[in-house]
């Protein structure tokens, strides 16, 4: 008659310890091969605190960074200036007028993305609007162990918004350059390297356009240095130098042109959206008197 209370007993007995067994389980940690969430916020981060030159870092594998920018550069006061040829993209930073961009880069795998940038310039010396579009794929060189040292290679395709030279006849107006662009490829190195909150890089673009009368290459050097004065604020200066190539020798684009200016930047919504900005001053005579350029971009 003792049966059945010891079985109840065992059964009970037996009913707690899978209760212990199943909460130990629950409150452990998990399988060992169960890989970690990922951090959204680190993912979708960025840093494109330049102006100017090309920041030498990708957008992640699977993620995208949503680039954009509005400049102006002013026509000069002399009508014999000249600004030949008369292109929205490529190894031309220094276009007259008023110009606006949008586009962006995705990863495409670890060490490889791909960009698009689309750009329209208005209000310069020619009448109407100019569009113009470049794409390229960018290659992550520096080995992922180099976490201050960052070095990208790009290459890919450029459409120009005008083609032909723009200059003054005798009566000092305008002649506009053609209505339309020509196509070209291009190749660029970017640099970058963190010494504390200092930050240097150097842009070295090279060009050729497929056309008559155009230089075999034309080259531009592009060279910056920041400082993270606090937080997500940096400070810092960048030099442009285009059309290199016609230091000593001028041709198809009537010599070279530089220009320099101060950059303040900052990181915000947990670095996923940079804002940058600055003027410049023109450093020769072909060269541009004053410029001015505010960028955004934002990481998806």
């Not at 629950?26 to 030159?53: F, K, M």
């Not at 200016?261 to 959206?273: V, Y």
């Amino acid at each position: 008659m003792h049966k059945a209370p010891l079985l109840v007993l065992a059964i009970l007995a037996a009913t707690a310890a899978a209760l212990v067994a199943a909460n130990a389980r629950a409150d452990g940690p998990g399988p060992v091969d169960q890989p970690e969430p990922p951090d959204e916020a680190a993912r979708h981060s960025i840093d494109r605190t330049w102006l100017y030159l090309d920041d030498a870092k990708l957008a992640a594998p699977l993620t995208a960074i949503g680039m954009s920018n509005a400049s102006y550069t002013s026509v000069g006061s002399s009508p014999t200036r000249v600004y030949s040829p008369y292109r929205a993209l490529g190894a031309n930073t220094a276009q007259p007028g008023a110009m606006a961009s949008l586009g962006g880069e995705v990863g495409l795998v670890p060490r490889v993305s791909v960009m698009a940038l689309g750009q329209l310039g208005f209000g310069g010396v020619s009448a109407g609007a100019s569009a113009g579009a470049v794409a390229g794929l960018r290659f992550q060189l520096a080995p992922a162990a180099w976490r201050d040292t960052h070095l990208v290679a790009s290459l890919g395709y450029v459409r120009e918004a005008w083609a032909g030279p723009v200059y003054s006849d005798d009566s000092g107006a305008w002649t506009p350059a053609q209505n339309h662009g020509d196509d070209g490829a291009w190749a660029q190195a970017a640099f970058a390297q963190d010494l504390g909150r200092l930050r240097l890089g150097t842009t070295v673009h090279a060009e050729h356009v497929f056309s008559t009368g155009r230089d075999p290459v034309d080259v531009m050097v592009q060279l910056g240095a920041s400082y993270r004065v606090a937080g997500a604020f940096r400070a810092g200066v960048e030099y442009v130098g285009q059309d290199i190539e016609e230091t000593w020798s001028p041709a198809a684009e009537a010599g070279a042109r530089h220009f320099v200016g101060p950059t303040a930047s900052m990181q915000l919504l947990q670095d996923r959206l940079t804002m940058v900005a600055g003027p410049a001053v023109g450093l020769s005579a072909f060269s541009p008197s004053l410029l001015g350029r505010f960028a955004l971009a934002y990481g998806f």
